[in-house]
């Protein structure tokens, strides 16, 4: 019998996809733009995210059965057709994207600093295929593993971010009147800088999927992604302060590998040497975090008949294996392409934002929708809040698409990638539904569980 994961193990789970080499790199580039006003992007990425945290924890004490996260939401709210797109947009595409790109630089970052000579490839097949074999063996073993790797990251990050604001890190300050300029001042122009640092947030939802392996999921979710949310803030926020006393913005701006740069600058070797490890912990963390949840929600999808029925199976410690050796296969075979330049990089994970941004307005949409629909219906009351979470987080969300760039032909870039992505998706979707589901495009399924029919109880004894 598997032992029930606590609060620990959800806030592990809830940063773990964020706390990445990629969310590094978006770190130092936040930290260039924006010098020591980088608090007040950070701040509204929080609001937004913690609207987003919000919105699935009253979906999930609504359908607490289902555990495949969004795409089931959506299913149970908008139908087949929003599910699909929604899901395979925000999750898929976004985490193959990231993913791919960490285990790129996973390989990279090894065989740069420890062991050079050895084709990265080598290094990104090893800790894959290390992964993948300790989430076939169920979900305890990725809770050990992931506790573990997000102590160390979130530990050392935060004594950088410590020993940099309080200047006692071994390398070189730099005055206040010798430091560059911040690319963007202006508190509107900051506030357009959120799309960037919502990626420093994004995924706490993961720990949603996970939710019938925890003990006592309605209060050990709420505590744990809400945690997770302030400790990234906190830590994020104070190692970009710290970074800003040792590196110059312009030099941030203009490296591949700016994580990188900032450790050597605020620690010499023993920070180059600190950095690689934390990479590494890193893209563990986040590719641990890909096993145990991504898997999980396809799963779920496949169950309701989303996406092929394949995807369903699971083996004898209940992992579901086939999607997990479809993720590793994907990810190996892209990974060889490398990670591209850093303003390359950057482009690919705004596109996945505006995605996810889009995604996260579905699922406030689905809470307003079921407040009208179900007005009885028993939820968290410390969730409700009349449904302003879920207003602040469609505005927010909204806001940060229109403003996913300062950059006018970036974000005509972004545009781009995001439409012609989500035209492919709406072509298979509406294909799916009609010739395999054989289902209306908008044919919401409910979600019938005691709750919903102590509800229509109560409604026929008022007649």
């Not at 630089?105 to 000579?117: A, C, H, W």
């Not at 003990?215 to 505590?223: E, V």
């Not at 934002?353 to 179900?374: D, E, G, M, Q, R």
């Not at 298979?428 to 539904?433: D, I, L, N």
Request: aromatic residues 10%; hydrophobic residues 55%.
């Amino acid at each position: 019998m598997e032992r029930k994961l606590g609060c620990g193990s959800v806030t592990a789970a809830s940063v773990g996809l964020i706390v990445a080499s990629s969310c590094l790199v978006i770190l130092a580039q936040l930290t260039g733009l924006a010098g020591k006003d980088l608090y007040i992007p950070m701040l509204i990425a929080l609001l937004i995210n913690t609207a987003v945290a919000f919105t699935f924890l009253e979906l999930y004490s609504l359908m607490p059965q289902y555990y495949g996260g969004l795409g089931q939401f959506n299913l149970a709210t908008f139908g087949p057709f929003v599910s699909i797109i929604s899901t395979i947009s925000s999750y898929a595409i976004c985490i193959l994207l990231a993913n791919t790109i960490e285990t790129s630089m996973l390989g990279m970052v090894v065989t740069e600093i420890f062991i050079p000579g050895v084709n990265p490839f080598l290094i990104s097949l090893a800790i894959m295929i290390f992964l993948l074999v300790i989430n076939l063996l169920g979900i305890n073993f990725f809770a050990k593993l992931q506790n573990l790797v997000v102590i160390f990251l979130v530990g050392s990050l935060l004594i950088m971010g410590i020993m940099g604001v309080l200047k006692i890190a071994p390398g070189e300050v730099i005055p206040a009147n010798q430091q560059s300029s911040p690319a963007i001042t202006g508190f509107l122009p900051l506030i357009g800088l959120s799309a960037l640092a919502f990626w420093l947030f994004i995924g706490i939802e993961f720990a949603i999927p996970l939710a019938k392996s925890i003990k006592n999921p309605k209060r050990n979710l709420l505590f744990g992604m809400l945690t997770g949310l302030v400790l990234l803030f906190s830590v994020q926020t104070l190692l970009g302060l710290g970074i800003a006393n040792y590196v110059d913005l312009n030099l941030l701006l203009s490296s591949n590998t700016p994580h990188l740069l900032f450790a050597e600058k605020m620690f010499g070797t023993l920070g180059k040497y600190w950095m690689g490890a934390l990479s590494l912990i890193a893209a563990i963390s986040t590719l641990n975090t890909m096993y145990a949840a991504g898997a999980r929600i396809f799963h779920g999808m496949a169950k309701d008949g989303l996406l092929p029925s394949v995807l369903a199976k699971t083996n004898q410690h209940g992992s579901p294996y086939v999607i997990m050796l479809i993720q590793t296969i994907i990810l190996l075979a892209i990974s060889g392409m490398g990670a591209g330049t850093t303003d390359e990089f950057v482009i690919l994970l705004l596109s996945a934002s505006c995605f996810w941004l889009i995604a996260y307005v579905i699922a406030h949409l689905n809470v307003l929708t079921l407040k009208l629909k179900y007005p009885t219906a028993k939820r968290n009351k410390i969730l409700s809040f009349m449904g302003i979470p879920q207003i602040i987080g469609i505005l927010g969300s909204i806001f940060m698409v229109i403003n996913i760039s300062d950059d006018l032909d970036q974000r005509a870039t972004v545009y781009k990638i995001f439409f012609i992505v989500l035209s492919i998706l709406i072509i298979y979707s509406a294909t799916w539904v009609k010739l395999k589901m054989k289902k209306r495009l908008f044919q919401s399924e409910g979600f019938d569980n005691e709750k919903l029919l102590d509800i229509n109880r109560a409604e026929k004894n008022l007649f």
